[in-house]
């Protein structure tokens, strides 16, 4: 629904529908599940990355706090501001790595559509025909609106995250 324009068409609840019945009569149950393995498939490598990346600077920064204050690493973990950039860097890096995924999911997903009629056979078809076509450039297509949603979105997750272990004892 997000790929059609419908000037004058249905709206709302009945849209909804008579996409869900298009999309039944098309492809079967397989139509709603279409990019599922692509999605699944990246969000292992992005969360590895983002969690990775995120501890291991966390670390590195208590560690250097606490040798050049003279402290136990406990009291030396980095503050609000330092986690979210912490946070940002690491979301940044996981979802840039796996961005190509998202790119070929979404033109997988978004194929046979009004504004992407371009069809592929499957997961190799499409990257086939983007390296073709656009080069690596064309796998990083809207990263950079991405990472403007992510950075912030993480930044503010892990700063959560991290103050909230510490109000509930685990730390």
Same mark, same amino acid.
């Given at each position: ?25 098309? %492809? &079967? ?19 590895? $990355?983002? $969690? ?12 250097? %706090?606490? #040798? ?12 609000? $501001? ?19 995924? @998202? ?8 194929? &046979?559509?009004? $504004? ?9 078809? !499409? ?18 609106? @991405?990472?403007?949603? !992510? ?14 272990? #510490? ?5």
């Amino acid at each position: 629904m997000q790929c059609e324009t419908v000037s004058g068409g249905l709206r709302g609840n009945r849209l909804i529908a008579d996409t869900a019945k298009k999309m039944w009569a098309q %492809n &079967g149950v397989a139509a709603y599940y279409r990019g599922l393995p692509m999605g699944i498939f990246g969000i292992f490598p992005y969360a590895a $990355l983002d $969690l990775g990346t995120f501890e291991y600077l966390k670390r590195a920064i208590t560690r250097r %706090n606490a #040798k050049k204050r003279g402290c136990h690493e406990q009291d030396a973990e980095p503050g609000g $501001l330092m986690t979210a950039a912490i946070g940002g860097f690491s979301g940044a890096f996981g979802a840039s790595a796996v961005y190509p995924l @998202n790119v070929l999911r979404t033109r997988l997903q978004s194929q &046979g559509t009004v $504004l992407h009629p371009r069809t592929y056979t499957g997961i190799m078809d !499409v990257t086939r025909q983007t390296m073709k076509g656009e080069g690596v450039r064309g796998l990083f297509r809207g990263l950079t609106p @991405n990472l403007l949603k !992510v950075v912030p979105a993480v930044s503010i997750t892990y700063v959560v995250y991290d103050k909230s272990k #510490k109000v509930i004892g685990l730390r």
